[in-house]
């Protein structure tokens, strides 16, 4: 699936007194033709390779994961792993 970069968005990493901050800025209005049927505009963050123009370090993608079309592909595949040795809740350490 192709990325839907988010225009009008910057974001610059800041190193404070505390450790590294992000300065974000988003344009509301070019925003919200990003919305879901909720309302909610749902980006990941990633590096870029080199700052931008301004001093951008990041960049903001759409983020496009639908829990129901995940769950009803996931349904359909039968396991692969027929194991007796399946790990159970018991198992993890924490």
């Given at each position: 699936?192709?990325?839907?970069?988010?225009?009008?968005?910057?974001c610059?990493?800041?190193?404070?007194?505390?450790?590294?901050?992000?300065?974000?800025?988003?344009?509301?209005?070019?925003?919200?033709?990003?919305?879901?049927?909720?309302?909610?505009?749902?980006?990941?963050?990633?590096?870029?390779?080199?700052?931008?123009?301004?001093?951008?370090?990041?960049?903001?993608?759409?983020?496009?994961?639908?829990?129901?079309?995940n769950?009803?592909?996931?349904?359909?595949?039968?396991?692969?792993?027929?194991?007796?040795?399946?790990?159970?809740?018991?198992?993890?350490?924490?």
């Amino acid at each position: 699936m192709a990325k839907t970069y988010i225009d009008w968005a910057s974001c610059k990493a800041i190193n404070g007194q505390f450790g590294e901050f992000f300065n974000i800025s988003f344009n509301v209005e070019k925003l919200t033709q990003y919305a879901n049927e909720k309302g909610y505009v749902n980006v990941v963050m990633s590096k870029r390779k080199e700052p931008g123009q301004y001093g951008e370090t990041h960049y903001f993608t759409l983020n496009e994961w639908n829990p129901e079309a995940n769950q009803s592909s996931n349904s359909a595949k039968p396991s692969q792993n027929n194991n007796s040795e399946d790990i159970s809740i018991e198992d993890i350490p924490f």
